[in-house]
């Protein structure tokens, strides 16, 4: 028996995810695809696929507006469906990780589950219904899955940890060496963005997404950040939120020391009429990060990495020296 879709009769899609569908041709044909992919609960499969994750992405909207890409941490089952609306999630932030301010109850928040040594990922929106002692439950809003292209395959292992534990921590209004290096080298990133506005509707929250490249991906120039963005799944729900409200919150994970890395400040795109783009084989279109704040926590993820296998979607990109 087909899982039904989304059975609402407005788009799955608000305004600046529409607009970029336009742009580039392709509105009827994801209103289409949106109705048949996206949902408002959580099927089975992703039940099932949320409750043997060990570590889960979220983004998250502060009280200025401004979005963060975070990490939750915790031995398979810390994300349990109560039902298929309502997720229970049995984790507390990391030390130093913006959402322990952001954690509110009534806060719009991001899901992404994503195994990056099996390629898997789904996608969840929703709102924080009521935060307890251990954690926190989600009534869902949208729910979907995307593609396994970009990933870099990595195993891990978790140790035991206290997330309350203190680590160095470093406030950054600039990107200093450490940091432009470490994003340098990255072969992987996460983005949050939202667009929040009454008038999106059931399409309206917070997004937050995987971005993988060959290393050397995220070109570094003073404070900001330059991003070949590939082909994907053409629903467009971060470039969408950009459409609309320019704030994006950037997070890279040191694989190698646990180092995390978490900015935020304003995005825009460069499409590819752009000569600049012309300059990054593989690339549709550019991303462009100007931050604005962030921080860096030493040693935080309680997570050890394999060497990582690249994906074989990035054959035919990069990788780029200074291409501009």
């Not at 992703?46 to 060990?54: E, K, M, N, R, T």
């Not at 300059?279 to 921080?295: I, S, V």
Request: proline share 6%; net charge negative; aromatic share 10%.
């Amino acid at each position: 028996m087909a899982i039904p879709g989304w059975q609402r009769p407005e788009s799955p899609f608000h305004a600046g995810e529409r607009a970029i569908q336009g742009k580039l041709g392709g509105v009827e044909r994801m209103d289409t695809l949106g109705r048949r992919m996206i949902r408002d609960f959580l099927p089975e499969q992703h039940q099932q696929f949320y409750a043997q994750l060990s570590y889960l992405m979220v983004g998250s909207v502060d009280g200025e507006g401004n979005p963060w890409a975070s990490i939750l941490v915790g031995e398979p089952g810390f994300v349990a469906s109560l039902d298929d609306r309502t997720l229970a999630i049995s984790a507390r932030p990391l030390f130093g990780d913006p959402l322990n301010d952001t954690l509110i109850a009534g806060a719009n928040l991001g899901f992404l589950g994503i195994e990056l040594h099996t390629r898997r990922r789904n996608r969840v929106n929703g709102v924080v219904k009521a935060i307890h002692s251990g954690g926190f439950d989600v009534q869902v809003g949208q729910t979907f899955g995307n593609c396994p292209k970009y990933i870099q395959s990595r195993r891990f292992d978790l140790r035991e940890f206290d997330p309350a534990e203190a680590r160095p921590i470093h406030a950054l209004t600039a990107l200093g060496d450490a940091e432009r290096e470490a994003i340098a080298a990255a072969d992987t990133f996460f983005i949050a963005t939202a667009y929040l506005a009454e008038s999106a509707g059931a399409a309206k929250g917070v997004d937050v997404s995987h971005r993988g490249g060959n290393p050397g991906f995220v070109q570094v120039e003073g404070n900001t950040l330059t991003v070949p963005d590939f082909a994907g799944n053409c629903h467009f729900n971060t470039f969408g939120n950009i459409e609309l409200n320019p704030r994006a919150g950037l997070t890279f994970i040191d694989f190698a020391t646990g180092h995390m890395l978490y900015l935020t400040g304003i995005a825009e795109v460069i499409w590819d009429s752009d000569p600049k783009t012309a300059a990054y084989a593989g690339a549709e279109r550019l991303l462009r990060f100007h931050m604005t704040q962030g921080l860096r926590v030493e040693s935080s993820l309680p997570l050890t990495w394999s060497t990582p296998e690249v994906s074989p979607f990035l054959e035919t990109t990069g990788p780029w020296q200074n291409p501009e």
